[in-house]
């Protein structure tokens, strides 16, 4: 692993469905953040941790949860996903929460 | 007020030229400030980092005036490969903040 992987980099999920994302960094960053890219709306952050077993949310936590267990994965789980939940999500990592951020390439998930 | 702001464009400019980019932010906290670059259904990635002397990079060139609460990216000499989503972002202790980004496109 070079950098943070998302997985998987795509999926087609029917609504009502559980679905976790996963993102790994082997950077040792201590931040890392789970984002939506939605047209038009550009990058909406769902939820953050600043280091291992600490969380935030942001700006649309609804429906999302996160956990950070360790320091180099940050998983995104959706309960019970709805339609709306439809986008692109992005995984990042940066040495703070203030610093240069690094994206994985990304996961399209189609809620149906 | 969203926290960091950009003009949407489409910025339409012919190769060669010299284009240039406003962001503004509203929370006076910011710290840190930067501009991404990301190409069409791919992953954002850092231009540039924003220094308060301002910084060159290239043909690149970003300013941050912090009186007037903007920074400011320049493009000299654009080339076709330029076209993408640029997005400036605001940092400061809780999170970094992104902007929705201001589509360039680069006519030949």
């Known amino acids: 692993i070079a950098g943070i992987t998302q997985a998987p980099t795509s999926q087609i999920l029917a609504a009502g469905r559980r679905m976790t994302l996963r993102c790994t960094q082997d950077?040792?960053?201590?931040?890392m953040y789970w984002y939506r890219q939605d047209l038009g709306l550009g990058l909406r952050l769902i939820h953050y941790?600043?280091?291992?077993?600490?969380?935030g949310k942001g700006e649309v936590p609804d429906g999302y949860s996160v956990s950070r267990a360790n320091t180099d994965d940050f998983p995104l789980t959706l309960a019970s996903a709805v339609p709306s939940q439809t986008s692109v999500y992005f995984c990042?990592?940066?040495?703070?929460?203030?610093?240069?951020?690094?994206f994985g390439q990304g996961t399209r998930l189609t809620v149906v | 007020r969203k926290e960091v702001e950009q003009d949407p464009g489409p910025f339409n400019v012919p190769e060669g030229a010299t284009v240039a980019f406003n962001c503004t932010y509203s929370n006076s906290a910011s710290q840190s400030f930067f501009w991404y670059r990301q190409d069409c259904r791919k992953e954002p990635k850092l231009l540039m980092s924003?220094?308060?002397s301002g910084n060159e990079d290239g043909r690149f060139t970003a300013q941050l005036n912090r009186a007037s609460q903007y920074i400011s990216l320049l493009i000299r000499d654009s080339k076709l490969s330029d076209s993408a989503t640029y997005l400036c972002?605001?940092?400061?202790?809780?999170?970094?903040?992104f902007g929705k980004g201001t589509r360039l496109h680069i006519l030949p």
């Open positions: 950077m040792r960053h201590n931040a």
């Open positions: 990042a990592s940066s040495v703070t929460l203030q610093g240069e951020a690094f």
């Open positions: 972002v605001g940092g400061r202790d809780d999170k970094i903040i």
């Open positions: 924003v220094y308060s």
């Open positions: 941790s600043n280091t291992a077993g600490t969380t």
